[in-house]
Each structure stands twice: as C-alpha cells, then as structure tokens.
C-alpha cells in the first residue's frame, strides 16, 4: 500500500504527465466545381475566331460624272466620247478580253440610244450622268419633256426609230424613268453590270 509524501507549501509535486490535446480533424471541404474543358484547339488551315463580330465591308464608294449636253450639236457623239473617256479612267478601257470588250460597247449603245431618245421625244438631253459603284455602272440623261419613254408595240416597216428602248432593255440590268421633284422633265437611266471578277 503507498504512502503519500508531503511537500513543502510552494514547492511543485512530481511533474504530471501532460494531458494529450485533443486533435481535431479537418471538416472536408465540399467537392469543388469540375473545372471546364480546354477549348479544343481549331483544325488546322481554319480560321481563329476571337469571339468578336466581324466587321462588315463598306460599301464602294460612288463615283459619278455629268456632261452638260443643253444646246450642244452633235450629241449624241459628245456623249460616247464622254463615256468612254469615263471606263478608260475607270479600267474598263482599253479592253483586255472579250468580255471585257462587250460590256464596253454595251454601255457606249446605252449612252447613244438614251441621248437619241432624247432628242428625237423630249426636245434634246440637257445632262448625261455616267457613275459607278463597284462592278454596277449607272447611265442618266436627264431631258425636259413631258411623259416617259416606253416600249413600242407596233413598229411600222421602213420608218426609223421605234427599237432604241429595246436595245436599252435587253442590254441593261434594270432601266426606269424618274420624275425630277424640283424642276420640270425626267431622268431617264440604266444600269449595266461590269465584267467578271479577273476579266
């Protein structure tokens, strides 16, 4: 049976061993979001898209001339020379392929069969507009007489005239009369195409 020793008041007993400290285990963590997929990388040759639109191409920009043709002899010659004045600065002359060549003389015939309406229907052409917008090329003849030009139904044998209108319409695009709001007469247009890209 052991006995108990008495100490001295303030004199420490035999060292206890120390208590363990309780550990506490970590709380798990909830299961974090699966991180997304590295985007795939694009095959090869095909172009990177930066997520951005695009932008869109502008439009060409109009270029257009006018000849004034009010009480000037011969006409219709001036407005040829005009007009081919206006594709050789363009690139349209002098040709450099067959097509190239037809679209030319296309746009001449327009330019004459227009001005020659005028002066045979609406008393002579005050102005030609020759313009362009990219591949499109816009012809106007702009006159002071009353009515528009239409296609003959009938055309007599031997007299002349009566088949400018139709040349008009199979050569161009669109063609059309415009009244002009602030002045008496109309404009009388066409609109032809430009050669194939590479002609």
């Given at each position: 049976m052991g006995t108990t020793q008495p100490y001295p008041a303030g004199e420490p007993g035999p060292e206890?061993?120390?208590?363990?400290?309780?550990?506490?285990?970590?709380?798990?963590?909830?299961?974090?979001?699966p991180s997304a997929a590295p985007a795939s990388p694009a095959p090869a040759g095909a172009p990177a898209s930066s997520g951005a639109p695009t932008a869109t191409e502008p439009e060409p920009a109009r270029q257009t001339r006018s000849l004034r043709?009010?009480?000037?002899?011969?006409v219709?010659?001036?407005?040829?020379?005009?007009?081919?004045?206006?594709?050789?600065?363009?690139?349209?002359?002098?040709?450099v392929s067959e097509e190239q060549r037809a679209v030319a003389e296309d746009v001449l015939l327009v330019v004459s069969e227009l001005v020659t309406n005028a002066c045979l229907h609406a008393d002579?052409?005050?102005?030609l507009r020759v313009s362009r917008s990219g591949k499109l090329l816009r012809v106007e003849v702009l006159d002071l007489g009353d009515g528009a030009p239409a296609l003959a139904t009938t055309r007599r044998v031997g007299?002349?005239?009566?088949?400018?209108?139709?040349?008009?319409?199979?050569?161009?695009?669109?063609?059309?009369?415009?009244?002009?709001?602030?002045?008496?007469?109309?404009?009388?247009?066409?609109e032809l195409s430009g050669p194939s890209a590479g002609d």
């Open positions: 206890s061993p120390t208590p363990p400290v309780p550990t506490v285990s970590p709380t798990p963590s909830a299961p974090s979001a043709l009010a009480g000037a002899a011969g219709v010659s001036l407005a040829r020379e005009f007009a081919r004045e206006a594709l050789r600065d363009w690139g349209w002359l002098p040709s002579g052409p005050e102005e007299s002349p005239g009566g088949h400018g209108m139709f040349i008009v319409q199979r050569l161009s695009l669109d063609w059309g009369v415009t009244e002009n709001p602030d002045q008496p007469g109309k404009t009388v247009w066409a």
